[in-house]
């Protein structure tokens, strides 16, 4: 991988004060990675919403895995710490839109959820009058005690 490659270079011409390789991942992060996830989120949510909800968690799960490999890197590495907030800053500009998407994603899933259940309940529910039940000659007094309970039946 290229980060090892400059990682070597960086340790053999750089003391380890001068802090290179933190200078290199921090403008490939912010030069590369950043423009590569905003034309990416850009496009995923100009195409279709769930595509864009999918496409930044993705991105995001796989640069969690280019910092794991950094943190591990020999002969020298990067912090995690200094790694975690590099990784911040690429997601920072898509949070705020990318949770108001995914809310109402979740809400609309919902809602979606409920009115089909809502349909199916009414296709498969009889009404049952105050006063009768179905197929048994009941006094009101006693239908008004029942009714509740069958209501509850019917719905399970």
Request: proline share 6%; glycine share 2%; with cysteine.
């Amino acid at each position: 991988m290229e980060f090892k490659k400059q990682a070597v270079i960086i340790h053999e011409v750089f003391p380890e004060e001068a802090d290179v390789l933190y200078t290199f991942t921090e403008r490939v992060f912010e030069d590369v990675i950043s423009e590569y996830c905003s034309q990416l989120f850009d496009l995923c949510s100009m195409r279709d919403k769930l595509l864009y909800l999918k496409s930044v968690p993705t991105a995001y799960r796989y640069l969690e895995h280019l910092e794991n490999m950094l943190i591990k890197m020999e002969p020298i590495h990067v912090p995690q710490f200094r790694l975690e907030k590099l990784l911040a800053r690429v997601f920072a500009p898509w949070l705020e839109q990318y949770l108001r998407q995914e809310q109402d994603w979740v809400q609309k899933s919902c809602k979606d959820q409920i009115d089909k259940y809502e349909r199916q309940v009414k296709k498969h529910t009889h009404k049952v009058l105050p006063g009768t039940l179905p197929g048994l000659p009941i006094e009101s007094k006693d239908a008004d005690r029942l009714c509740p309970r069958l209501l509850f039946f019917n719905m399970t």
